[in-house]
């Protein structure tokens, strides 16, 4: 019998994960109750409701949300349902992701139920009918758990929840220095995809890939990862020689001869094909380096050199970067994969985040979305929407990282497919995913490998 992972310890070595939370139409429909409506999920940004009355709505299955600013301080979310007979109080525009919108009262299309940024019902028509027997409690709309963290809101439909800061756990500690409720989107995309939301996940949870799925970035260098388990979430980074730590982070140098022209190699190769994990403030200082520092200039000073040169012209327009201690940078490295569905690739400019969820019941399907923000001088932040974008328009890389997704959705499903085995060093987030959704659905654990 094969011995079933117990604990973080067991996935420091070799595990195997049974196909069946990617494929089962049981357990698609199990994660609904057990896990969607148990845990904090991330459901926009702050500065999507800056003013009263603004909102925004998110989905979750058939479960939908209204997160609205009913203060200065103060943010609210609902259940996106008319208590009256049930029709969802706010709809989603065709094609779009999510509605928006300002509004200082929420009126059912139905038969106008009106409902105040409390929440409570504040107009019924002909009310008396039913006797004295609309209680505030029962014509108010239902309350849903809201906090927020780095800038995002975050909902949990478990009345019960612990709260947000006990669920993130080492996370807020490690990535609070980095400030990143002060980035604002450069661009935002989603799409449907073929596949799991663990399989969309999972592609962007690890380094292993990268040789050979991105195999442009080899002349940069390696790009040998590692992924760290922290209770329910996970990172990962790159390992660095000792005095470079802060290689294990976003902001790497290149390797090869003269590092001063592989880095803005790797640099300019990443802004066209990937457009994220740099700004152009990063791009143009990499491509001074030839200009500014001798041939043979070691790479660790390279590295000191490129940083300190963007960092500076940034703070001329207004932008200033936290600092943070290399052990710091060494530790946190370049992603948090935040339980269940959401990731994080901080750096201390910008960052690119990767949010998965179900389409509907169907394992098969999954809305993906991936948002690039970055350190914007006050107010020059553009103005972005949620863009349904094709497959063939997003950036290339990205593309390269889509191309596996369906496939290996189809190839799971094979008959003689025996069960996914992560790399127990490069792929470890994965593994800890599994071991972590198994304790919400009470299935799907991985086995260690004998
Ligand atoms: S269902 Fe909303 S007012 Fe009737
Ligand atoms: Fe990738």
């Given at each position: 019998?094969?011995?079933?992972?117990?604990?973080?310890?067991?996935?420091?070595?070799?595990?195997?994960?049974?196909?069946?939370?990617?494929?089962?139409?049981?357990?698609?429909?199990?994660?609904?109750?057990?896990?969607?409506?148990?845990?904090?999920?991330?459901?926009?940004?702050?500065?999507?409701i800056p003013e009263i009355g603004d909102f925004i709505t998110y989905e979750i299955g058939p479960d939908s949300v209204i997160i609205s600013r009913a203060g200065a301080d103060e943010i609210r979310a609902f259940h996106n349902v008319c208590p009256h007979r049930g029709r969802r109080l706010i709809d989603t525009p065709p094609g779009k992701r999510n509605a928006k919108g300002k509004r200082m009262s929420f009126i059912c299309g139905y038969h106008a139920?009106?409902?105040?940024l409390e929440g409570r019902c504040t107009y019924i028509e002909?009310?008396?009918?039913w006797q004295g027997a609309l209680s505030d409690a029962r014509t108010s709309l239902g309350k849903v758990q809201v906090d927020t963290w780095g800038g995002w809101?975050?909902?949990?439909?478990?009345?019960?929840?612990?709260?947000?800061?006990?669920?993130?756990?080492?996370?807020?500690?490690?990535?609070?220095?980095?400030?990143?409720?002060?980035?604002?989107?450069?661009?935002?995309?989603?799409?449907v995809f073929d596949c799991n939301w663990k399989v969309a996940m999972e592609a962007f949870a690890e380094t292993y890939h990268v040789f050979s799925t991105h195999p442009e970035f080899n002349d940069f260098g390696q790009f040998r990862g590692w992924a760290?388990?922290?209770?329910?979430?996970?990172?990962i980074g790159y390992e660095a020689p000792k005095g470079m730590e802060e290689d294990s982070g976003k902001l790497r140098v290149g390797s090869g001869a003269d590092p001063?022209?592989?880095?803005?190699?790797?640099?300019?190769?990443?802004?066209?094909?990937?457009?994220?994990?740099?700004?152009q403030t990063l791009v143009d200082a990499a491509n001074r380096l030839k200009d500014e520092l001798p041939e043979g200039?070691?790479?660790?000073?390279?590295?000191?050199?490129?940083?300190?040169?963007?960092?500076?012209?940034?703070?001329?327009?207004?932008v200033v970067w936290p600092v943070i201690a290399a052990e710091h940078t060494a530790k946190a490295g370049t992603a948090w994969q935040v339980f269940p569905n959401f990731q994080i690739g901080h750096a201390v400019n910008n960052m690119l985040c990767y949010s998965a969820r179900p389409f509907g019941d169907d394992p098969d399907k999954c809305i993906f979305e991936a948002a690039v923000y970055e350190l914007y001088p006050q107010g020059e932040a553009p103005d972005t929407e949620w863009d349904y974008t094709a497959a063939e328009n997003w950036p290339p890389v990205l593309q390269q990282d889509f191309a596996n997704m369906a496939a290996v959705q189809q190839g799971m499903k094979n008959v003689g497919f025996r069960g996914t085995q992560p790399n127990p060093y490069m792929e470890r987030a994965v593994a800890s995913l599994h071991f972590n959704l198994a304790r919400f659905m009470g299935a799907g654990a991985p086995t260690v490998m004998d």
């Open positions: 019998m094969a011995k079933i992972v117990q604990s973080a310890e067991d996935l420091i070595g070799p595990v195997t994960v049974p196909a069946e939370a990617y494929i089962s139409s049981d357990y698609a429909r199990a994660e609904q109750h057990r896990l969607w409506r148990k845990t904090w999920l991330q459901a926009g940004r702050i500065e999507d139920w009106t409902f105040n002909h009310k008396d009918d809101l975050w909902i949990n439909l478990d009345p019960d929840c612990a709260p947000l800061g006990d669920y993130l756990g080492a996370i807020p500690e490690m990535l609070d220095p980095y400030q990143l409720q002060n980035m604002r989107y450069r661009w935002r995309k989603w799409i760290h388990t922290h209770g329910l979430h996970t990172n001063r022209l592989t880095t803005a190699d790797m640099q300019n190769f990443t802004w066209a094909n990937a457009n994220t994990n740099t700004t200039t070691p790479a660790t000073e390279v590295s000191r050199h490129w940083i300190q040169s963007a960092r500076a012209a940034d703070e001329k327009r207004g």
